[in-house]
């Protein structure tokens, strides 16, 4: 099975950047169609955004198309979360995961999870 550690969260204001790593050891991450998620205080994880294997095919929730970009390295192993142009409702705790059959945005077909990063955005 695949390990994924998630880094790059932290504090910032609206308006602002951060870029989300996930690392994944334990086999090759081109196994995996991976995704973004978040949780926020109170409320139900919801998908953020997904990449197929290669990296051909990106899917993104609504409210994140043209601020939010993913992509990945499978040579680095390594799944990224672009965030630009941040706001107060970005705030949440992000979970990169991974799914071998994974659907591109349904949380229970993911198979591996991280911990999770937190990011907050302040106005």
């Known amino acids: 099975q695949v390990q994924l550690v998630e880094s790059g969260g932290g504090l910032v204001q609206a308006g602002d950047s951060l870029r989300l790593s996930c690392a994944a050891s334990g086999r090759a991450l081109s196994m995996y169609r991976m995704a973004w998620f978040r949780q926020a205080p109170g409320k139900e994880r919801e998908f953020v955004a997904s990449?197929?294997?290669?990296?051909?095919?990106?899917y993104y929730r609504d409210s994140v198309k043209g601020r939010f970009t993913v992509s990945r390295d499978n040579v680095k192993n390594t799944v990224y979360l672009q965030m630009n142009s941040l706001k107060p409702e970005d705030t949440a705790v992000y979970y990169c995961?991974?799914?071998?059959?994974?659907?591109?945005?349904?949380?229970?077909?993911?198979?591996?999870w991280g911990q999770g990063t937190q990011v907050t955005v302040s106005s």
């Open positions: 995961a991974g799914g071998v059959d994974a659907a591109p945005s349904a949380p229970s077909s993911f198979d591996y």
């Open positions: 990449i197929s294997r290669y990296g051909r095919s990106t």
